[in-house]
Structures are given as C-alpha cells and as structure tokens.
C-alpha cells in the first residue's frame, strides 16, 4: 500500500484545527461579556451576546468565569453580595442594591434579596418557610439575609442585570421599606445620578405617604452624612445651604443660612489619605482667616453623638453673631 503524506498546510485548510482556536477565542472573551453586565449574568444574557453553551462550559474550566448555581455566572469583578444574591436565586434589593448603586444605604447590615413570589431552589441555609430560632442566610456564608417575595421580584433572565433591581425600584423599596431619615438620605445621594424632577416620577404611582418622603429630597448633599446634617439641623429650624463655593478656598459642604458659620462633613474614609488630611487643615486655617467659623463633625460623631455635634453648631452660631 502506497502512503500518502498530507501537508500540514492542507489539513489546516480543511478545517482540522480553526474551529478550535475560534471556539477558544471566544470562550476567552466570556469573562468580558460577564463583566459589561455588571459581573453576573444568565446564561440567556451570554448567549445573546453571541456565546455558545460550549463557549461557557470551556470558559468555566478555564477558570475565566464561574457558575454558581444553574444558568448563573461570575467573574471576580462582582462583588459578594450581589454573588450571594446570585447563588441565592434573586436580586440585591433596597439597602443591598442602594449600597451597590453607591448610593446612602443606613446601617441595616442584613443582606436583602428580591425574588419572585413562586421562586423555588433558593440556595439559603435553611428552607425559608422552616423558622428555626436561626437566621436565614446564604448557603455559602453566614450572612443575616431577608427574602422580600415579590410580584415581578424574580431575575430577569435577558437583563439588562441579572443580579440588582432597578434603580428606580431601588429607590421606591428605600423609601417603603427604611426610616424616613434613611430613606430621604438615599434619595439626597441618588441625585447625583438623576435629577430631582425624574426621581420624583418613580414614585408617581407610590403611596401618598411615600411621595410626601420622595419630595423631601434636595439636591447638595454628596454623602449621606452631609444629608444626615442637614435634616437634623432643618428640623430644629437651622437651615443650610449646601456646597458653597469661597473664593481661593474652593467648596464647603455647608454654610449655615445668614452666618459665616461653615460645616465641613468627614467620611467613613477620613484620615486614611495624609494628603487630604493635609488639605482639610489648610482648607480650615484658610476659611478661619477670611472671618469663618468652621465646624467639623466626623462620621463617627454624627452617628453616635449627634447631641454633641447640635452643641458644635449652636455655639459656631451664637459665636457668629458676636
């Protein structure tokens, strides 16, 4: 029998390796089109984008990107709760969704996931209807968890995410479900990525009670303590005007109405960056020098002393009018 050499060149063009190499160039790129939706996305969601069902079993043991329960994937850029949510079978919802929208979330440290109100196979610690004594958390973590069972609560299966409710909802679930100064500190914070008069339109169709909270919002406050601020001192009729600009100084984050009296507000972060730490003394000598008085109040002392912070204020005032 006569042998036949093949070049190498003619088995490339019939096709015996090119489908593999694009099969892979594609699955590399999984991890991208995971992340474009926020780093959690549904099997729906990929395959709409043009991956196959092979593309991501070979994406999975490549280790490019994670399944975490059925038709759910992951990359590292997603953060744990919106994993939890995930692995649970929902969406981050209220102070969990505020929270990963950058947005003031309080201080509710349970994880709140929204799920539709036939939702099954959620992957929690415990049944949710079997009551314990114990805390219902992820099956991965021992995370205090609250299910909110929802008419159109449930993962939208093609997005445009797969892992948080929408911001609009979001704000609608602040408002229905925190305190009124948490809720109106959220909606402070949402303005700085939607203007006061389109907020107001997610809650045209909420409770009365619930439209009264939502136009109590004001634009100004960067942070939800400078909202905290401000709605204390408001309701005992000290009134601020927020993010004022001096000359040569810059922008306060307030100035009591009709004194030189200036409330700086520090972050969570404060002191851990020396260089703003720097500025903020420079800021204060500055602000002295040109007749101010400057008050700053900590996050600390807001949330756990605010008598002190109101006795700041009140003798910055009355030292004003001296």
């Known amino acids: 029998m006569t042998s036949v050499s093949v070049p190498d060149n003619a088995r490339d063009r019939a096709g015996a390796r090119r489908p593999q190499r694009r099969t892979s160039r594609r699955a ?45 994937y992951v990359t590292a850029a997603a953060g744990d709760d919106a994993i939890a949510a995930a692995r649970i079978g929902g969406l981050l919802a209220g102070p969990s969704a ?20 036939t939702s099954s196979r959620l992957r929690t610690n415990r ?26 609560g449930a993962v939208p299966e093609l997005g445009p995410e797969s892992w948080r409710v929408p ?8 408002v229905a479900w925190s305190d009124r100064e948490t809720a109106i500190a959220c909606l ?22 619930d439209r009264k909270v939502a136009h ?27 993010q004022v600009h001096v000359a040569d100084v810059g922008r306060v984050d307030a100035i009591v109405d009709g004194t030189r009296v200036v409330i700086e507000v520090d972050g969570r972060q404060y002191h851990v960056d020396p260089e703003s730490f720097e500025l903020d003394r420079w800021r204060s000598a500055e602000l002295t020098a040109r007749g ?25 005032i009355e030292q004003s009018k001296d």
Not at 102 to 109: A, E, N, R, T, Y
Not at 128 to 145: E, M, N
Not at 192 to 201: G, Q, Y
């Open 98 to 117: 505020a929270a990963s929208y950058g947005l003031w979330s309080g201080f509710d440290p349970r994880l709140h996931v929204s799920v539709g109100r």
């Open 292 to 316: 101010f008085i400057v008050v700053r109040l900590s996050f600390r002392r807001i949330v756990t002393d605010w008598s002190w912070c109101d006795r700041m204020v009140r003798a910055a």
């Open 216 to 242: 109590l919002c004001r634009e100004g406050s960067e942070s939800g303590p400078e909202s905290l601020v401000r709605q204390r001192l408001g309701a005992v009729g000290i009134d601020l005007i927020q």
């Open 28 to 72: 590399s790129s999984a991890a991208v089109i995971v992340d474009s939706f926020g780093g959690i996305a549904t099997r729906q969601q990929l395959i709409g984008a043009g991956l196959s069902g092979y593309d991501l079993t070979a994406a999975v043991k490549l280790g490019d990107i994670r399944r975490v329960r059925q038709a759910r």
């Open 127 to 152: 049944p949710p209807s079997f009551v314990d004594g114990s805390p219902l958390c992820p099956d991965t973590a021992p995370r205090p968890t609250v299910l909110h069972w929802l008419a159109g």
């Open 188 to 209: 402070d914070t949402a303005l700085a990525f939607v203007d006061r008069p389109t907020l107001l339109t997610y809650f045209e169709n909420a409770s009365d009670e």
């Open 167 to 174: 911001l609009p909802v979001c704000l609608r679930q602040m």
